[in-house]
């Protein structure tokens, strides 16, 4: 048996004061010319280390985030998932061995992008918050479908641990449809939505209000998690 | 980077008559003593095999199972998870090299046991049905760690079209619920039981009843999927 080499590569989803669902991708150049390609942050996997341990390298050498809770969701590892032209020039100029065969294990994270300041190095040379409806179909590799598996995977699940990282820790339930109808790119009926909250465990009723409206105040709720 | 190797472990779980949660495991030889340990079935993958074809070609060849639903659920990549004194010695008969790293990615199935007949074979000198209430806490690596992360995921998705693969084409509420309370390990209210259910697209009523029953025999359900 031949070894094989694995990655980490990472989908970093946010919400800005535009309520849009952006991600967070770097720049790299591909070529001599300064031709560069956008790419989810990811790199190899170093031979001695656990895999979060080394999804949280990657991601802090890439675009300095830190101290962000990474998920696995799914390993992608179509033999030719590296092989395309567009991905080999990069390969070329950043790996001796660039036509061997790469396994990358994925890793989501929802954050509040005003909390975190993305700055670009190692290959990296720019690190980008785009919208997901704006993402262009030619990200390196296979980035555009393991960018959609997240995204699915965030729709399918609901993971209230990922989803309590993008809200302050006291919200109105306001906050949390539209919260929701921006993760699921539909809207939800207030009476429906108010109910099925109500039945979550992990969403706890405090007794304070909002502060600071002009309308009526609504009751703040947290996460128990 | 030194690439690593990678393997794929299946988690087979199973019903039978006596409706109890099992799992398939393989008893492999560990020395020449003819020791031997039991393990989920799992081997290394190929240098240029898909994930999900290299699950089925071992589960295949260590169980001669085929045709089975194969969902990846995590990967497992603990820095030590093979270098265990109980694993190493299996390893030094079975691979050149020991003590290289190995990452495995865990697959999962429910299976109807009823329609398969594990027949052990490649390394494998035996595969079992055991029931996971009596499963040793000594397997092989970690695979006590993969199994319990397996059927905590299936607690935790409650995967429709995994559960579909254990049931008849169409099964009563009460098959259902039954089924439901050995996987959750819970009892459930059947009257709440069934207003959940109700919920659910993809489970439809459909205009027959159960025959050759006693009592009032009862409305039939299947998966839409």
Redesign the interface.
Known sequence: ??????SIDCVILGFDNDQKLKVLLIKKIINKNNDYQYALPGD????????LEGGKRILKSLTSLENIYLK?F??F???KRTKQKKDQSWLRLYRKKPK??V?T?GYIALVNMEEYNPQASSFAFQAEWIDIKDVSNDLAFDHNHILSYGIEYLREQIDHKLISNLLPSKFTLSQLQNLYEILLDEKLDKRNFRKNISKIDVIRKTNEKQEGVRHKPAYLYTYDL
């Open positions: 048996m031949i070894p094989i080499n694995l190899l996997l170093k031979y001695d280390e656990d895999l696995q799914h390993a590892g179509n033999p061997e065969r396994v294990i």
